[in-house]
């Protein structure tokens, strides 16, 4: 039987320079949907550009903002020069706020959590911006 469109499973990049959260993220995602594990920023832009020319959808990126090899933002403003993914931004740490704000204004990021995440609330957090 051929995947129909409606059928097929929405794809989510989970970013993370954190092994154990990146594992988690996935166990709890990949019931639900494709997921792809990255753990840098330039593996998650890779990545996206990989999917994109394929001609696979990315629907949403859960992206880690302090990476090893350079911050989410950066990350996030690449990846929205190629199209309307959606991104939701996760930090351990308080960001500035006047950064949130720019990056949500010029649809860089459609939300902003903060670690640690419950597992349901993250489940959640994913339908309910992919759909």
Same mark, same amino acid.
């Given at each position: 039987?051929? $995947? /129909? ?53 990315? /629907? ?47 649809? /860089? ?18 339908? $309910?911006?992919?759909?």
């Amino acid at each position: 039987m051929l $995947d /129909h469109p409606a059928t097929r499973k929405k794809t989510v990049i989970v970013c993370d320079d954190e092994q154990d959260l990146l594992l988690v993220f996935g166990l709890a995602l990949e019931s639900k949907y494709n997921v792809i594990l990255v753990s840098s920023g330039q593996n998650c832009i890779d990545k996206f550009i990989e999917e994109k020319n394929l001609g696979n959808k990315v /629907h949403l990126i859960l992206l880690d903002y302090r990476l090893g090899d350079m911050l989410g933002d950066s990350v996030a403003r690449t990846i929205k020069q190629y199209n309307e993914t959606k991104i939701v931004l996760i930090s351990a740490y308080d960001l500035d706020n006047a950064l949130v704000k720019e990056l949500e204004e010029n649809n /860089h990021i459609a939300n902003y959590i903060k670690k640690p995440i419950q597992i349901d609330d993250l489940i959640e957090l994913v339908a $309910d911006t992919v759909n």
